[in-house]
């Protein structure tokens, strides 16, 4: 059984930086795909960034671009994002997820952490 656990959200002020972290273990494969997903009360899931395998393609909505940098460590099964000038409407539960396509709908990801709170203070 596949599990995703993320760490490293929290409170933190505006222009300040965060980096998440999502480890996969429980079964021995690497995705294709390890991206970054945040839902914001009241507000559906939104695709913040992905990147595949052999980190040829890295993709990032366009609110985020600049700000934040995913990468991937493939020998521990890990994903990170760095979060850099942060803003207050950064402010959500951030999910890390995994599958076989470089898609944007959270619907096409096989596997979903349990999420993490990030909120910035004006």
């Known amino acids: 059984q596949v599990q995703l656990v993320e760490s490293g959200g929290g409170l933190v002020q505006a222009g300040g930086s965060l980096r998440l972290s999502c480890a996969l273990s429980?079964?021995?494969?690497?995705?294709?795909?390890m991206g970054w997903f945040r839902q914001a009360p009241g507000k559906e899931r939104e695709f913040v960034a992905a990147?595949?395998?052999?980190?040829?393609?890295?993709n990032y909505v366009d609110s985020v671009k600049g700000r934040f940098t995913i990468s991937r460590d493939n020998a521990k099964n890990t994903v990170y994002l760095q979060m850099n000038s942060l803003k207050p409407e950064d402010t959500a539960v951030y999910y890390c997820?995994?599958?076989?396509?470089?898609?944007?709908?959270?619907?096409?990801?096989?596997?979903w952490g349990q999420g993490t709170q990030v909120t910035v203070s004006a």
């Open positions: 997820a995994a599958g076989g396509k470089m898609v944007v709908g959270a619907l096409d990801y096989d596997y």
């Open positions: 429980g079964r021995i494969f690497t995705p294709y795909v």
């Open positions: 990147q595949t395998r052999g980190g040829v393609i890295r």
